[in-house]
């Protein structure tokens, strides 16, 4: 039964209503009466069928069927009920019992309910009974429990019953469906109370103002997702565990709004970026190299490239996501107009000494993150324009051709990155370009040959698309 059938039911005209006592029905046999302490009244509980029951419905058969009552009587105490305001209201203003006829007195109370459901009567029964004995702890005993008694309590306008209910239910896990009844009580609760239980289910206005006022508000999924990757980056311990890493990017891979993963994902990559390209051009400024002494130089020089080094692996982290989220195409261009960082880069990878020194891991990361975005591109994972693709080869390129020279021979306890896999990435996407833009290109390539031409297959097969096209007759030339 809805909520909202519920409420039907309650605005009813005759929710409650004096009466003389019932006469039984000649084809039903009422359930035994329930009785409570100092009981001076007879509160009739009266089924009311939902309107979503069939309208041809044997009452006979079914009450045959189930043994079912339409009403069950309840002997109270006047005195309990007036710790609803409902039924206090109802009293003062409309009965007033001798006290020698007290037991003559009745009312009846409608019940929404259902003839298919056993128990139409529990709820009411048990708001009924904590009139009398304002025992809701012995009465609430799990998430379920509360929302059954609520919408009675709420019905009766039993306060301190609506009061326990929340309390409890907003102390205790809920499983999915009594999250889904929560929200559906929520409109009809007090506005504190619904504060309360709806706090762990939605933001605050407050947050989704924020969100609201403009790029530097952050939505709460935003700012939670932003925090697991700083966490996954960064962390408490150092190194962050591959378990913790493989977990936050299983909820990045799962999160429903791949726009906001990709909002998300793009500041963090950018940040990172940004503070490669600050400690790379650090290195290679020449007002710095002149500021200080050589001793204090060479120690700055060894934290700043150090740093970088160990943000660039977080860049390749981040890149891994985006690719495999398939929301790499924002970065892809950023990474394609880094022609200044590729210009840093090949001036420390040219200073032998100080890079395999301080840090002989760097042509590995620069080289895995230029061939992640690459291959991306190369299979339709991440589809970018062709200016873009041309850019990422040309400013990329120059330090493909130093990384190639410099990594083989290196001892340096990393893996060493397959530079002839980007070579074919790149040669890939030059045959996507048109045949002037990858004629200058290619030309760039020559590099990948080796003193065995044997060794360059993939260069062969480039040069030799390359001549096969640009020999085909213009389209819309003469034959």
């Keep these: 039964m809805s909520l909202r059938k519920r409420q039907r039911s309650a605005s009813s005209s005759r929710l409650a209503t004096l009466s003389s006592p019932p006469s039984p029905h000649s084809h039903v046999a009422s359930s035994p009466p329930l009785s409570f302490a100092n009981a001076d009244l007879v509160l009739r509980l009266q089924l009311d069928r939902c309107p979503d029951d069939d309208a041809d419905v044997d009452l006979d058969a079914c009450e045959g069927h189930r043994g079912l009552d339409p009403f069950l009587d309840l002997h109270v105490s006047s005195a309990s009920l007036l710790r609803s305001r409902y039924f206090a209201a109802l009293l003062s203003d409309r009965w007033s019992p001798a006290p020698s006829s007290a037991s003559a007195g009745h009312l009846s109370l409608s019940v929404s309910g259902s003839y298919s459901c056993a128990h139409p009567f529990h709820a009411h029964v048990e708001v009924i009974r904590l009139l009398h004995t304002i025992d809701f702890a012995g009465s609430i005993h799990s998430p379920a429990d509360a929302l059954d008694i609520l919408p009675v309590a709420l019905q009766l306008l039993f306060d301190a019953c609506v009061e326990a209910c929340v309390r409890f239910l907003e102390a205790v896990p809920w499983s999915v469906e009594e999250e889904a009844r929560v929200l559906e009580l929520a409109p009809i609760l007090p506005a504190d109370e619904a504060a309360d239980l709806l706090a762990r289910v939605a933001p605050p206005p407050a947050a989704a103002s924020a969100a609201a006022g403009g790029e530097a508000g952050r939505s709460p999924s935003e700012a939670m997702l932003h925090g697991l990757i700083h966490s996954a980056i960064h962390g408490h311990s150092h190194p962050v565990p591959a378990a913790t890493k493989a977990f936050v990017a299983m909820l990045l891979k799962d999160y429903p709004s791949r726009d906001c993963v990709h909002?998300?994902?793009?500041?963090?990559?950018?940040?990172?970026?940004?503070?490669?390209?600050?400690?790379?051009?650090?290195?290679?400024?020449?007002?710095?190299?002149?500021?200080?002494?050589?001793?204090?130089?060479?120690?700055?020089?060894?934290?700043?490239?150090?740093?970088?080094?160990?943000?660039?692996?977080?860049?390749?982290?981040?890149?891994?996501?985006?690719v495999d989220i398939k929301v790499a195409d924002n970065a892809v261009k950023l990474w394609s107009e880094q022609a200044a960082l590729t210009a840093d880069l090949q001036k420390l990878l040219n200073d032998v000494d100080m890079w395999r020194n301080i840090t002989p891991g760097l042509p590995v990361l620069v080289t895995r993150c230029t061939l992640r975005f690459a291959n991306s591109v190369v299979t339709g994972e991440t589809l970018v324009p062709r200016l873009v693709r041309m850019k990422l080869v040309k400013s990329w390129l120059p330090v493909l051709n130093v990384c190639r020279n410099l990594v083989q021979p290196m001892q340096c306890g990393y893996k060493s990155p397959n530079c002839q896999e980007l070579e074919e990435t790149f040669l890939q996407i030059i045959s996507t370009l048109p045949v002037p833009d990858a004629q200058d290109l290619l030309q760039q390539c020559l590099g990948f040959s080796t003193r065995n031409v044997d060794d360059c297959p993939h260069l062969v097969t480039a040069f030799k698309t390359w001549f096969r096209r640009s020999a085909q007759t213009p389209l819309g030339g003469e034959n």
């Design 263 to 322: 909002k998300v994902l793009d500041e963090a990559f950018l940040s990172r970026l940004e503070t490669v390209k600050e400690l790379m051009g650090k290195y290679a400024s020449p007002d710095f190299r002149v500021a200080v002494d050589s001793d204090e130089r060479e120690a700055m020089q060894r934290l700043n490239l150090q740093s970088a080094v160990l943000n660039v692996r977080h860049l390749l982290w981040l890149i891994e996501r985006m």
